[in-house]
Each structure stands twice: as structure tokens, then as C-alpha cells.
């Protein structure tokens, strides 16, 4: 499977922006999605991921009400919906899918995006 991600800009603190990410190649509804970001000097990190139906979503504590996953299986697509952002959230967020239906927090995904770049101003 191929993702891309878009979505990515600049924001001020406290605003609000929508990652997308859009999925091809085999069947999207197979595959638990999730979310990681790399901010510069850093290692990359788990924000979100979520199920194959949308059915269970887990979080990085410190977007934990903030942001919101999502998926829409009928446009092969999954969303990160980030409100209340803060310059700590500033980084390259990447798309990825897992190769199980379901989120195992020990495995990492298989298929990765290029990334989209999120700046967050003071």
C-alpha cells in the first residue's frame, strides 16, 4: 500500500489544522493506520493511530484531547484533526499502515509516507 499525506503548514498557537493522508494499492479497510511526527535532532514518535473500522483509536499522551484520528474507509483515506496546537508540536508527521487490522502497540507499521511539514508560530 502507498499513503500521502497533505495537510501540512503553518499555524499560530492555538489554531487548528487537518493532516490527510490518502491510501492506494491493496485494500485500505485491511490495514490499522496511524500517525508519527519527527521534530528536528529528534527521533520519530507515535501521536495516533486507530483500527481498521474506526472502532478503536489510541493517543500519545500529549495530544490526548487535542487531536482527533479518523478514517473514512469508502475514500481510503485517514485524518488527523489538530486543534489547540502548541510550538511543541511542530514536526514532520507522517502517515503510516500497519500490516494487522487491528493496532498491536509493540509492532511498527509497515508502509510509510514522505511526511508533510507542520510548523506551529509562538
Known amino acids: 500500500v502507498q499513503v500521502v499525506e497533505s495537510g501540512g503548514g503553518l499555524v499560530q498557537a492555538g489554531g487548528s489544522l487537518r493532516l490527510s493522508c490518502a491510501a492506494s494499492?491493496?485494500?485500505?479497510?485491511?490495514?490499522?493506520m496511524g500517525w508519527f511526527r519527527q521534530a528536528p535532532g529528534k527521533e520519530r514518535k507515535f501521536v495516533a493511530a486507530i483500527d481498521w473500522n474506526g472502532g478503536s483509536t489510541y493517543y500519545e499522551d500529549s495530544v490526548k484531547g487535542r487531536f482527533t484520528i479518523s478514517r473514512d474507509n469508502a475514500e481510503n483515506t485517514v485524518y488527523l484533526q489538530m486543534n489547540s496546537m502548541k510550538p511543541e508540536d511542530t514536526a514532520v508527521y507522517y502517515c503510516?499502515?500497519?500490516?494487522?487490522?487491528?493496532?498491536?502497540?509493540?509492532?511498527?507499521?509497515?508502509?510509510w509516507g514522505l511526511g508533510t511539514q507542520v510548523t506551529v508560530s509562538s
Open positions: 503510516a499502515a500497519y500490516s494487522t487490522t487491528i493496532v498491536v502497540p509493540s509492532l511498527r507499521p509497515t508502509y
Open positions: 494499492g491493496r485494500t485500505f479497510s485491511s490495514y490499522a
